[in-house]
C-alpha cells in the first residue's frame, strides 16, 4: 500500500471514530471544509555554465483538504481542526528534481507522492482561542510557506486574543516545522543548525481605522532573539486614490553563539543585525503603483524561522536578506475589472539588491525581475478555478554566480465541501 493510501485509511478512520462525537456536538452547524487541488508546473534554468545541474523542471498534482470545527457550548468551548495533504508526481526524474515541489531522498530520485495529515485541537473562552498542534501562522516572525505544490505547516501552540476592541494579540512556541516539500516533522532550525523551540509573543492594535502598528518578539532557542515593528497606514487621497504605507524594522541578536558559528555563515556565524524594510504603495483606480526599500546593517543574514522572511523582497526567486543587502523594489498591478474583465490581474516588478556580504563574497550584486498574470472565473461551474503564470529572471553579479530563468503554471480549484 502506498504512503498516500495508508494516510487516506488513517483519515478516514479517524472520521469514522469521531463521527459520533461530531453528531451530538453543536459545533457541526459552525463547521466547514474545504478541498483545494493545485496543478503546478514548474521550469529552472541555471544559466551559469559551471552549475551542478543545469535544470529544475517538475510537475505535479496537489490536494489540500481543511476541515474547521466550531466550538462546543458553554463558556469554554473546544473543537478541532483537520489539515490533509497529498502530493502526486507528474513528471519529473533525478537529474531535473529539486523545484521544491516533491522531495527527494539519498538517491536524488523524486517521490511519486507525498503527503501530510496533521490535527489541531481548539479551545476558545470568550475571543480568546487556544490551538495545539498543527498550527500555519501568518506573522511577522513567523510564517508558512505556500508558493509551490503545498503550503508548509509548523507544530506547537498558539495563543490569539482579541478581547481589547482593536487589539490582537499571539502569544505562542512553535517546536516541529514541516517544509512545503516533506512529510515529516522536523526540528526547528536556521542556518543548518537545530533549535528545541522558537517562542513568540506581541500583537497588532489599531490606533484608527486606517492606522495599525504591530510589535513582536520572538526567540529560536539558542539561535537568535528578535524584537519587530511595524505600521501599516492608509491615506485616501480622492475618489479612488489611496497611498499605504507599510513600513517594517527587526532587531536582530545571536542566542547561543557557539551553536550557530558551527554554520560557518558570515563573520563566524554571528547575529547582530538591523533590518529595516518598507513600500509605499499609491493605487488610482485599476492601477497600484509600488516603491519599495530596504536596509540590512550589522553583522550576518536576516535571520527567520522556515522559508519566508517578512520583508517586501520576498519576491519569486530571492528572498535578498544575505548581511548588508542594501536593495529598492519598483512595482506595478493592473486589475483588469477597471478594463472590463473582472478576475485577470497582471503584475511586474523588479528588486535591485546590492553592498552584499557572504563568506567569500564583499559588495555582491543581485536582480530580479517578475511578471504575473492570473485569472479567475467569476461564474458558471468553474467559479473559482483560476490560472496563474509567473516568469522570473533573476541575476547577480560582484563574485555572486547565481543566474536564474523560470517560469511557473499554476491551475487551482478550490471546492467548499459544505
Not at 40 to 68: C, K, M, N, T, V
Not at 137 to 154: G, H
Amino acid at each position: 500500500m502506498s504512503r498516500s493510501r495508508r494516510y487516506c485509511t488513517a483519515g478516514a478512520g479517524l472520521c469514522t471514530v469521531l463521527a459520533p462525537v461530531f453528531a451530538q456536538a453543536d459545533f457541526i452547524k459552525d463547521s466547514k471544509g474545504s478541498l483545494e487541488a493545485r496543478n503546478f508546473y514548474f521550469s529552472r534554468d541555471f544559466r551559469q555554465s559551471h552549475a551542478p545541474q543545469s535544470q529544475a523542471r517538475e510537475w505535479a498534482q496537489g490536494f489540500i483538504l481543511r476541515l474547521e470545527s466550531g466550538f462546543t457550548e458553554g463558556s469554554v468551548g473546544f473543537g478541532i481542526d483537520a489539515l490533509g495533504e497529498l502530493g502526486v508526481k507528474l513528471d519529473s526524474s533525478r537529474d531535473r528534481r529539486g523545484t521544491g515541489l516533491l522531495p527527494f531522498g539519498a538517491s536524488q530520485e523524486p517521490v511519486d507522492d507525498f503527503s501530510e495529515l496533521g490535527l489541531t485541537a481548539k479551545a476558545r473562552i470568550s475571543k480568546t482561542t487556544l490551538k495545539l498542534g498543527t498550527l500555519q501562522p501568518a506573522l511577522p516572525v513567523a510564517a508558512i510557506n505556500d508558493v509551490r505544490l503545498l503550503p508548509s505547516t509548523y507544530s506547537g501552540g498558539l495563543l490569539t486574543s482579541q478581547d481589547i476592541d482593536g487589539l490582537t494579540l499571539n502569544v505562542g512556541r512553535l517546536d516541529k516545522q514541516n517544509l512545503r516539500d516533506s512529510s515529516s516533522n522536523d526540528e526547528m532550525s536556521y542556518a543548518g543548525v537545530e533549535s528545541s523551540h522558537l517562542d513568540l509573543a506581541g500583537g497588532t492594535y489599531s490606533l484608527t481605522p486606517r492606522l495599525a502598528v504591530s510589535y513582536y518578539y520572538a526567540q529560536m532557542q539558542d539561535i537568535y532573539r528578535q524584537h519587530y515593528a511595524g505600521l501599516v497606514h492608509d491615506l485616501p487621497l480622492g475618489d479612488g486614490v489611496n497611498l499605504r504605507s507599510d513600513l517594517r524594522w527587526f532587531d536582530t541578536h545571536e542566542s547561543g553563539q557557539d551553536a550557530l558559528r558551527s554554520a560557518s555563515r558570515v563573520d563566524g556565524g554571528k547575529i547582530d543585525n538591523r533590518f529595516f524594510n518598507g513600500m509605499l504603495t499609491l493605487g488610482v483606480g485599476a492601477h497600484k503603483f509600488g516603491l519599495g526599500y530596504q536596509n540590512l546593517s550589522g553583522d550576518g543574514d536576516f535571520a527567520y524561522p522556515g522559508l519566508d522572511p517578512y520583508s517586501v523582497n520576498l519576491v519569486t526567486v530571492n528572498v535578498f536578506t544575505k548581511a548588508e543587502t542594501d536593495a529598492w523594489q519598483a512595482r506595478y498591478d493592473y486589475n483588469f475589472a477597471g478594463f472590463g474583465l473582472p478576475g485577470l490581474s497582471f503584475m511586474t516588478r523588479y528588486v535591485n539588491g546590492r553592498n552584499i556580504e557572504t563568506a567569500s563574497v564583499s559588495g555582491g550584486k543581485e536582480w530580479e525581475r517578475d511578471t504575473d498574470i492570473a485569472y479567475v472565473v467569476q461564474t458558471g461551474p468553474l467559479k473559482n478555478f483560476s490560472v496563474r503564470l509567473r516568469n522570473a529572471t533573476f541575476r547577480s553579479s560582484g563574485g555572486l554566480t547565481t543566474d536564474i530563468d523560470e517560469n511557473r503554471l499554476i491551475l487551482g480549484y478550490t471546492v467548499a465541501l459544505w
